[in-house]
């Protein structure tokens, strides 16, 4: 049986958040226009810096920051941070295109979506950031939660 675009593409998001640093959570993002891949992004240090399996390990872990907060200590990038960043690098318009991310977006993320013109979130997985979901809300952006 052939899958729907929407299996499709989370499936790419799925194959994309393999390549996350991250030692908490890994998350994979794909942004898509007309069902073509724009970019991909996962979550993870800057290009160039180490990585936190090379300093010694999370710093929130360390701290003992819950999931959702104090997102400023982190050195990593989110997934949909880095697909919208690799768009802008290659000059390519992220206006009116869909994004798939392995999580529900943070509420940077939700605000970043909104400025770069994403009409559609299709997402797995919640995440504990009830002001993302009411941001994107407001937006009048589609959300189609995954399971």
């Known amino acids: 049986m ?30 898509v226009r007309e069902n073509r891949i724009i970019t991909t992004g996962y979550n993870g240090a800057p290009s160039g810096l180490r990585h936190c399996t090379e300093i010694g390990g999370c710093e929130r872990e360390r701290l003992g920051i819950p999931s959702g907060q104090r997102h400023e200590l982190c050195r990593a990038l989110h997934a949909e941070q880095n697909a919208i960043i690799q768009a802008a690098k290659i000059g390519v318009s992220t206006e009116g295109c869909t994004i798939y991310i392995t999580l529900q977006p943070c509420v940077i993320c939700a ?37």
């Open 2 to 31: 052939r899958v729907s675009w929407d299996e499709y593409f989370m499936q790419i998001a799925e194959i994309v958040k393999t390549r996350s640093t991250c030692l908490r959570r890994q998350v994979g993002a794909v942004i």
């Open 111 to 147: 605000k970043m979506l909104v400025n770069a013109g994403i009409v559609r979130i299709v997402h797995k997985g919640e995440y504990p950031d009830e002001l993302s979901r009411s941001i994107i809300e407001e937006a009048g952006i589609e959300i189609v939660v995954m399971d």
